[in-house]
């Protein structure tokens, strides 16, 4: 049997800036912190994986105070760390998918910032890439965004539209954090 591995993706503190605008699930970072916790007492893989923006005015600068992870990750001791300057983990600075399969590691457990963006994508190129791969909803958020027509989706509805997208498009399983902690029991 392998293990399961967990990624969280740009749990950073740049994402506290008001810049982003109005964002949903006020709950994520507790979730987040109770699935590393899990992992961890279990001694299963973490990885984390942060954003490196290139763009001069964005808070998830290198070097900025915003790039820095979270205060829900003080204390974790992932298995690998590293950057990306893209959406998806499996295009950052160390090759995810052979460090994945290197270790015989064929399903995770996904979480992060944003839902829509980094999660999501992650989430669809780890499902067209083979892997077992479970979203955990309530462990992630994302921000209120404006369309090209000028209209604004709520962050809820990014969120439910990326659960309908995971699951419709077979590239996820979408769960609750208490679902997915109910399972490694």
Do not use: I, K
């Given at each position: 049997m392998t293990e399961t591995a967990l990624i969280l993706i740009d749990v950073q503190r740049g994402f506290d800036e008001p810049v982003w605008g109005p964002r949903d699930n006020p709950g994520a970072e507790a979730n987040i912190k109770a699935l590393l916790d899990a992992w961890q007492a279990r001694r299963l893989p973490v990885v984390l994986v942060h954003h490196d923006s290139t763009k001069p005015d964005s808070p998830l600068r290198p070097g900025q105070a915003g790039n820095d992870f979270k205060p829900e990750l003080d204390g974790a001791r992932p298995d690998l760390v590293f950057g990306k300057k893209v959406n998806s983990a499996f295009i950052g600075d160390v090759d995810l998918d052979a460090w994945l399969r290197k270790r015989g590691i064929t399903s995770f457990v996904l979480a992060g910032i944003q839902t829509n963006f980094c999660c999501e994508t992650t989430a669809?190129?780890?499902?067209?890439?083979?892997?077992?791969?479970?979203f955990a909803l309530d462990a992630t958020f994302t921000?209120?965004?404006e369309g090209p027509d000028g209209s604004v989706l709520t962050a809820d509805e990014l969120s439910r539209a990326t659960a309908t997208n995971l699951h419709g498009g077979g590239f996820a399983t979408v769960k609750s954090t208490k679902d997915i902690l109910a399972g490694l029991s």
């Open positions: 669809r190129m780890g499902g067209n890439l083979g892997y077992d791969v479970t921000f209120d965004l």
